[in-house]
């Protein structure tokens, strides 16, 4: 009985890394404490690699509606040396723990691709809109509404009357409302929530809380204190322009818009200079559009443009 639950203890803390590693590159801490888990036991690599190739094979699943599988290229994986003993192990039996980990990790997994933004009616009436790239999972179930942003950023319109609470589980922090609007996005390590209707109780590891009212922002950093603050309604709509199909930009940096611009698009646009990147850009623009918006840089500050090699290039005139 012991071997057997260590054995459930690994194959969780693996699937746990699994989702880790979904979630983009990992941080220098994140990676030391992956090697040293790799690193403790044999038995790590190989349970990895049976999450992996679980995670590869299950992440065509488009579950929420149940329809046909909107499949994705494999994820390199960010485990350095490990990947040759993991490729020894990864034929191993996975069908056990498949079962489990799919139920668990994937049941209403919905996710989209790059420069797709989905919406998506859930079963309660609410609607979610789903932002470029991203991955999330709808449980209805238990007495409650719930949503787990796996990746990406998420909108959301909670209808009132309906008795179960609406929640958000992203990385450390659960978002809660009864109704009304706000937006939840997993941006570069941090977890941001935008209010726009109604209010919200933010919770990390039921512990710390706060409660945002409409027209706050939370950019909640790890083991930051959780500080929301008030901001401009007219920088809010600019924000989540996303949800319309556009993207808006007034006196942000050059590089900066760019950088936004390209999580839209598979042809992204590469500034080559500097002083061009600092230079402050206005303009709205559908979500993709990278030629538009290129030519658009390109008038305002005289700089030229050039298409090559599957990129959109920037230089000064």
Known sequence: MAGARRSNEVDQAAAQWAMRLDRGSLTDQEQAELDAWLAADTRHVGALARAEAI???LDRVVALDRTAARARPARRMAWRGWRLAASLVVSLSVA??????????????VATEVGEVRHIALD??????????????????NGKREVVLRRGGAAFQVVAGDPRPFQVAARDLDVAGREGSFAVGLRQGAVAVDVTQGSVKVARDGRETCTLAKGMRLAAAPEAPL???????AETERRLAWRRGMLMFDGERLGAAVAELNRYSRTPVVIEDPALADRAFVGAFRVGDTRSFARAAASAF????????????????
């Open 227 to 233: 500080e929301p603050v008030a901001v401009d309604p």
């Open 302 to 317: 005289d700089a030229r443009v050039e298409q090559t090699d599957g990129e959109i290039r920037l230089s000064a005139g």
């Open 124 to 141: 309660d009436g609410s609607t979610m809109i789903l932002d470029t790239d991203s991955v999330a999972q709808v449980r209805y179930r």
């Open 55 to 57: 995670w590869t094979d």
């Open 96 to 109: 056990g723990m498949g079962a489990a980990f799919a139920y668990e990790r994937l049941d209403g997994r």
